[in-house]
């Protein structure tokens, strides 16, 4: 089973602030890397697919890079609608994987 | 607009069944691979199953291999989960999802005595 490692776990930031979060897998996973974000009450929704590329609607501040076994999320000046917790997830094996979930505070 | 819409869930006694049934909208239902991912109260997100579009490839996690049944009717862009001999472990939220893009909102199943 291929582990996914974010970090961090938790984050208070500012608004306009850069957020930075990794997802480390176990093993080379390709491009095979999609994030989300989740508010409380809410299902999962998806803002980057293959590691960078971009879904409709999703706000251009949030981006993707990475592969192999390194990927980021950024979300370049924060806003406070971003509060939520962000997950990561490998579909390059089965099982597929989440990684343990960052949650983004605003301060 | 694509959606997806879980039903089914409810609260039931550990060893008990449960049938969840996920409809789809606003795409091609049968081109797509489907998948049913599940979470526990405060907990983080966990892949159940697979089905292939046609149905002829079924995936499942080792936690409920051998016990959830994934199936799906094409004619009726329907989605289905049979959960036999349910745990307290297998209380969550479960979600429908298109890979890897849309999921529906959710349908909560309870295991309690």
């Known amino acids: 089973e291929i582990v996914l490692t974010q970090s961090p776990d938790f984050q208070s930031v500012t608004p306009k602030e850069k957020v930075t979060i990794t997802c480390r897998a176990s093993?080379?996973?390709?491009?095979?890397l999609h994030w989300y974000q989740q508010k409380p009450g809410q299902s999962p929704k998806l803002l980057i697919k293959?590691?960078?590329q971009s879904f409709s609607g999703v706000p251009s501040r949030f981006s993707g890079s990475g592969s192999g076994t390194d990927f980021t999320l950024t979300i370049n000046g924060l806003e406070a609608e971003d509060a939520a917790t962000y997950y990561c997830?490998?579909?390059?094996?089965?099982?597929?994987?989440f990684g343990g979930g960052t949650k983004v505070e605003i301060k | 607009e694509v959606q997806l819409v879980e039903s089914g869930g409810g609260l039931v006694k550990p060893g008990e069944s449960l049938r969840l049934s996920c409809v789809a909208s606003g795409f091609t239902f049968s081109s797509y691979t489907m998948n049913w991912v599940r979470q526990a109260p405060g907990k983080g997100l966990e892949w159940v199953s697979l089905?292939?579009?046609?149905?002829?490839?079924?995936y499942y996690a080792d936690s409920v291999k051998g016990r959830f049944i994934i199936s799906r009717d094409n004619a009726k862009n329907s989605l289905f989960l049979q959960m036999n001999n349910l745990g307290v472990e297998d209380t969550a939220v479960y979600y429908c999802?298109?890979?890897?893009?849309?999921w529906g909102q959710g349908t909560l199943v309870t295991v309690s005595s």
């Open positions: 089905i292939s579009s046609s149905s002829s490839h079924k």
């Open positions: 999802a298109r890979p890897h893009d849309y």
């Open positions: 293959y590691a960078s």
């Open positions: 093993q080379s996973i390709g491009s095979s």
């Open positions: 997830h490998q579909s390059n094996a089965l099982p597929e994987t």
